[in-house]
């Protein structure tokens, strides 16, 4: 895969929302220089033989370094990235990953001996995301040019000068280029027991930005999968606890309803027994022996008794009513 290239995400410098920083103490850095030093080891005794030639001082070259970072023919340096599997065979947190670690550790040993044109100045091998992956940036050069510097910035021409030259449009020198590096990778995946499985389909290779934004997007959709499982389950459980807290307050209706039977019903049962001890008064007060003050009282009593019985129900007052 092709990438556009990030030193600073390589290094860790800066840490993205993927990443595992538990597992960060697990990743390897093969190598990493500074990319302008690496332009004054490679490129600066070209660039003073180029000046020396020059009579005139504005064709001159300052920094070579600026000229192809302000340019638009080259890039400053083009970065590579090797993979093998995905998440569900070769989990960076299963054994699996463990040995896609050992493959490309391996494969990187060699990597810079098949490729003398491609000077590479930092290389990374990433353990703490999904799957085990290797990041290597290099600046692509070659010697003995016939205009310029005769030690130049050029990805075509050093990759002509390792055998791969342009033909189609869809063989070109770099889809060659890679194409041989997967064979030397499937290589070594065979010494461990795992084959290159190729599945007929031809991808076309992405910037490190758009694979990331690839990656995201699947991430997105798959969390849009739980929001919804979730939410169908919460409307689930929002329904089933309507349901209970509707029983909850019917019940508790009920109960209330209850309740004021039968506070009704013990004061009418009071109101009986209340009634029945006035009707034993009543028979009292109607004897002859009974003194008058002592029947004056009982009778003030009876007539303020009626309240009794309306707590009691109209049953219980008509009866007292009835009766007096």
């Not at 990041?135 to 075509?156: A, C, E, Q, W, Y």
């Not at 990759?159 to 770099?174: D, I, P, V």
């Not at 508790?252 to 019903?265: F, V």
Request: hydrophobic share 35%; proline share 2%.
């Amino acid at each position: 895969m092709m990438g556009k290239g990030s030193v600073k995400h390589n290094t860790r410098a800066f840490t993205a929302k993927n990443v595992d920083r538990e597992r960060s103490r697990e990743n390897v850095e093969f190598c990493h220089s500074d990319i302008k030093e690496v332009y004054q080891q490679l490129f600066r005794e070209a660039l003073e033989r180029y000046n020396a030639r020059q009579k005139r001082s504005d064709r001159k070259i300052e920094n070579y370094y600026e000229k192809i970072r302000q340019g638009k023919q080259e890039k400053l340096f083009h970065e590579v990235i090797f993979q093998i599997g995905n998440k569900d065979d070769m989990n960076a947190k299963d054994w699996q990953g463990q040995v896609a670690k050992d493959i490309l550790v391996e494969f990187m040993a060699d990597f810079q001996g098949r490729n003398p044109n491609l000077h590479v100045f930092s290389a990374h091998l990433h353990m703490d995301e999904e799957t085990p992956h290797l990041h290597i940036d290099f600046v692509p050069f070659i010697r003995n040019s016939k205009r310029g510097l005769d030690t130049r910035v050029s990805l075509k021409g050093a990759l002509a000068k390792q055998g791969f030259q342009g033909g189609t449009r869809g063989a070109t020198e770099w889809n060659q280029w890679i194409e041989a590096e997967k064979q030397e990778l499937s290589k070594v995946m065979e010494k461990y027991g795992i084959r290159w499985k190729k599945l007929g389909t031809h991808r076309k290779h992405l910037s490190v930005l758009d694979y990331e934004k690839q990656e995201r997007a699947k991430e997105v959709a798959e969390l849009d999968k739980q929001i919804e499982k979730s939410e169908t389950a919460l409307h689930s459980v929002k329904k089933l606890v309507d349901n209970r807290l509707e029983r909850a307050e019917n019940l508790a209706q009920i109960n209330e309803n209850l309740r004021k039977s039968n506070d009704r019903l013990h004061t009418f049962q009071i109101g009986c027994l209340f009634l029945e001890f006035l009707c034993n008064v009543r028979l009292f007060q109607q004897l002859p022996f009974v003194p008058v003050n002592i029947q004056c009282l009982l009778f003030y009593f009876i007539r303020q008794t009626p309240n009794l019985f309306r707590k009691a129900g109209a049953t219980g007052y008509q009866a007292f009513d009835k009766f007096f």
